[in-house]
């Protein structure tokens, strides 16, 4: 498995890591079970970073992960990074230092943990990106050991550029993949020569990279990719990347024929991001063995020809640029 720097964490993690909203809530039911089955793959296949955040099933991914690693997998070098801001009405005055102990005292819990390895804003307002005071409390996390690196999660390139230009950010996570190219235009240029490390999201677009969709499909009513398809219930742009479901069907075509022999469309989907300079992790989900093994080999892909790339950049200039550029 690739491993890359994790930005200013210094850690080394595996390029192919694994976020665990699925394991929570928000996509069907997985079983404890089934969630503790795909964390064990996912290490044995060289996976050495987990995603999660403290509201993935109200806890239920945190206490999972947790348990996995005190009593499945003692002595394994798993980096696990978490998110909190989430848990309440999202306005600027919530993101204080007071709820902050609280929150990241309850994922340390969950986690059975002392100190966080890392803290991630989840999404918040632009108004706390831009906040110093919000900054000095994180690093007050960090002095006084709750944390040992804070980042934060955004919807949009213009959050993305305001995190990074903060000295102690040491991940920027954001959606990038095959469908949603922005990130390539300043972001991922700007963190790469700042140090700040690019943890991609959403890599195979709530499963249309992977090619597995038609018309006919059916999502169940607690699949996000039901219930948000309006962005009722958070930003559109988390389900699906916030491509309409048709053009989605027709990209995922065009982009299958890209595909090398030997790979799926989701292998390819995941390596595309790998192999982006300045990208420190991709989080594709996972719900079962077959998968998250399946998503590990794109760590050790060939690098994808010129004309894969040039072929993704056309698919999206054609197909997707007008409705998703100008958003996020």
Same mark, same amino acid.
């Given at each position: 498995?690739?491993?890359?720097?994790?930005?200013?964490?210094?850690?080394?993690?595996? $390029?192919?890591?694994?976020?665990?909203?699925?394991?929570?809530?928000?996509?069907?039911?997985?079983?404890?079970?089934?969630?503790?089955? $795909?964390?064990?793959?996912?290490?044995?296949?060289?996976?050495?970073?987990?995603?999660?955040?403290?509201?993935?099933?109200?806890?239920?991914?945190?206490?999972?992960?947790?348990?996995?690693?005190?009593?499945?997998?003692?002595?394994?070098?798993?980096?696990?990074?978490?998110?909190?801001?989430?848990?309440?009405?999202?306005?600027?005055?919530?993101?204080?230092?007071?709820?902050?102990?609280?929150?990241?005292?309850?994922?340390?819990?969950?986690?059975?943990?002392?100190?966080?390895?890392?803290?991630?804003?989840?999404?918040?307002?632009?108004?706390?990106?831009?906040?110093?005071? $919000?900054?000095?409390?994180?690093?007050?996390?960090?002095?006084?050991?709750?944390?040992?690196?804070?980042?934060?999660?955004?919807?949009?390139?213009?959050?993305?550029?305001?995190?990074?230009?903060?000295?102690?950010?040491?991940?920027?996570?954001?959606?990038?993949?095959?469908?949603?190219?922005?990130?390539?235009?300043?972001?991922?240029?700007?963190?790469?020569?700042?140090?700040?490390?690019?943890?991609?999201?959403?890599?195979?677009?709530?499963?249309?990279?992977?090619?597995?969709?038609?018309?006919?499909?059916?999502?169940?009513?607690?699949?996000?990719?039901?219930?948000?398809?309006?962005?009722?219930?958070?930003?559109?742009?988390?389900?699906?990347?916030?491509?309409?479901?048709?053009?989605?069907?027709?990209?995922?075509?065009?982009?299958?024929?890209?595909?090398?022999?030997?790979?799926?469309?989701?292998?390819?989907?995941?390596?595309?991001?790998?192999?982006?300079?300045?990208?420190?992790?991709?989080?594709?989900?996972?719900?079962?063995?077959?998968?998250?093994?399946?998503?590990?080999?794109?760590?050790?892909?060939?690098?994808?020809?010129?004309?894969?790339?040039?072929?993704?950049?056309?698919?999206?200039?054609?197909?997707?640029?007008?409705?998703?550029?100008?958003?996020?």
């Amino acid at each position: 498995m690739l491993t890359r720097t994790l930005g200013r964490t210094g850690r080394t993690v595996s $390029v192919i890591g694994l976020g665990t909203w699925q394991l929570g809530a928000d996509w069907g039911e997985v079983t404890e079970r089934d969630a503790t089955a $795909v964390l064990a793959a996912s290490v044995d296949a060289g996976v050495t970073f987990f995603d999660t955040a403290d509201v993935y099933g109200d806890g239920r991914s945190e206490q999972i992960i947790g348990a996995f690693l005190a009593h499945d997998a003692p002595g394994e070098t798993i980096t696990v990074a978490t998110k909190m801001g989430r848990r309440v009405e999202q306005l600027p005055e919530n993101y204080v230092l007071d709820n902050f102990r609280d929150w990241t005292d309850r994922s340390r819990r969950n986690l059975q943990t002392d100190t966080l390895d890392l803290v991630q804003l989840h999404c918040p307002p632009s108004t706390v990106v831009e906040s110093g005071e $919000v900054f000095d409390a994180l690093e007050t996390l960090v002095d006084e050991g709750a944390i040992a690196n804070y980042g934060v999660s955004v919807e949009t390139c213009e959050q993305a550029l305001a995190a990074i230009r903060r000295p102690g950010v040491a991940t920027v996570q954001i959606i990038l993949n095959a469908f949603r190219l922005k990130p390539l235009d300043e972001v991922v240029p700007a963190a790469r020569a700042a140090g700040v490390g690019i943890i991609a999201r959403v890599p195979l677009a709530s499963g249309l990279l992977t090619g597995k969709y038609t018309s006919a499909t059916t999502f169940a009513a607690t699949d996000h990719r039901n219930f948000n398809i309006d962005g009722s219930h958070f930003d559109v742009g988390e389900t699906f990347s916030g491509v309409k479901f048709g053009a989605g069907l027709a990209a995922a075509e065009q982009f299958a024929a890209l595909v090398p022999a030997g790979m799926t469309s989701a292998q390819a989907a995941l390596a595309w991001v790998a192999q982006i300079d300045g990208v420190s992790a991709v989080i594709p989900g996972a719900r079962s063995i077959a998968q998250a093994q399946g998503n590990a080999t794109a760590g050790i892909a060939e690098p994808l020809s010129v004309a894969f790339n040039e072929g993704v950049q056309d698919i999206y200039d054609r197909l997707l640029r007008a409705d998703i550029h100008p958003r996020w």
